[in-house]
């Protein structure tokens, strides 16, 4: 595991992560580093207390927008438009919510207070990007992510009403599909997200699509507005 220099932007090589897919230790949460971070296929993921630490799995678990499965089940969810969803309205509330949901086998949260202000800071940049699930004006479910280029990097989601975030990650990926985005990235495995279709890839192939994904031109500022514009 490689110690980071505070004063350098940059990375090892994300072959070099160990077969945890630990990569490194240190370094900052500056934009800078963030974005690139996520633009090579490397993510922070730690606890309070601890130093910050960069991953990069392999395998890497992926949604491609053109497999994505509804299940019957969610099918009159759409039908009679149970929920309302909206961008980038309340990304602070959404982070909060994320971070404050308890979690099976987990003693807190990985969402640590200066990883919620550095994703504010991108989301104030244009980079970071909330999805809200609404019923009655109630906020009920959503998630978070960074957008570079046509990928979005999902990070965490949360709900208080059964289905809520199925449905708004399901609007997502729908409404990105139509504007040519190529690839979610989910990080490691969950059985919510392989319901929905997301797959192991392997890194190399991971890291191939993100070298092309460079020379894509990032949707960048309010979602909520921007994403109105395509139909």
């Keep these: ?89 309340v990304f602070q509330e959404v982070i909060e919510n994320c971070k404050d949901l308890s979690r099976a086998g987990q003693d807190g949260t990985w969402i640590t207070d200066d990883m919620v202000k550095a994703y504010v800071k991108l989301h104030e940049l244009g980079f970071a990007h909330s999805v809200e699930v609404w019923d009655n004006n109630i906020l009920v479910g959503g998630l978070y992510g960074i957008s570079l280029g046509k990928c979005f990097f999902g990070e965490s989601m949360f709900q208080k009403k059964s289905n809520a975030s199925k449905f708004g990650f399901i609007t997502l990926v729908r409404k990105l599909k139509s504007i040519g985005f190529n690839l979610i990235d989910a990080q490691t495995p969950t059985k919510h997200l392989e319901s929905l279709g997301a797959i192991n890839i392997s890194r190399k192939v991971f890291l191939d699509i993100l070298e092309k994904n460079k020379k894509e031109k990032t949707l960048r500022g309010d979602w909520n507005e921007l994403l109105t514009n395509f139909t």
């Design 1 to 89: 595991m490689y110690s980071l220099d505070e004063n350098e932007i940059s990375f090892p090589h994300p072959s070099l992560a160990n077969e945890d897919g630990i990569l490194a230790f240190g370094g900052d949460l500056s934009p800078q580093r963030l974005l690139f971070a996520y633009e090579n296929g490397i993510f922070p993921w730690f606890n309070e207390g601890e130093p910050i630490i960069w991953w990069s799995p392999d395998p890497r678990f992926v949604l491609y927008p053109d497999d994505l499965k509804v299940s019957k089940s969610m099918r009159p969810y759409f039908n009679q438009e149970k929920f309302l969803v909206t961008y980038d309205t």
